[in-house]
């Protein structure tokens, strides 16, 4: 498993435990490996950008309390791609919020910016 798929592992089970029962998130199948011949695979790519995948969508989508967020996982080391940024500029400018995270408590501090009142913490 890549360390990036490990750390929204983690995140994933924070927002199971910390949302409000009304959020809902989910998260987008950016990095899938696809399986198959590369015939095969490339079929399977494009159906999914002909049916909505975009290049340098976030992670993981929140909608909490009339709030739509996106969160960008990276690893320490992680940076963004041009495309990430393109999007991140985006969706702020059509009122939505954005972060990068790299840990569970980066999204527990983010989500307290955005208003969101948490039934869980992992920051002591």
């Known amino acids: 498993m890549r360390e990036e798929d490990a750390i929204q592992r983690n995140i994933c089970r924070f927002l199971d435990a910390a949302l409000p029962a009304d959020s809902w998130y989910c998260s987008v199948p950016n990095g899938s490996v696809l399986a ?32 739509f967020i ?27 919020s954005w972060a990068v995270v790299r840990s569970t408590g980066d999204v527990e501090r983010f989500l307290k910016e955005c208003g969101v009142v948490l039934h869980a913490t992992v920051l002591m």
Not at 73 to 86: A, F, I, N, P, W
Request: aromatic share 2%.
């Open 70 to 96: 996106a969160l960008e996982v990276k690893t320490s080391t992680g940076r963004l791609s041009e495309t990430q940024k393109d999007t991140s500029d985006k969706i702020i400018a059509a009122g939505g």
């Open 36 to 67: 198959g011949n590369p015939k095969q695979r490339g079929m399977q790519m494009n159906k999914l950008k002909s049916t909505g995948l975009k290049n340098g969508a976030p992670d993981l989508f929140i909608v909490a309390r009339g709030r």
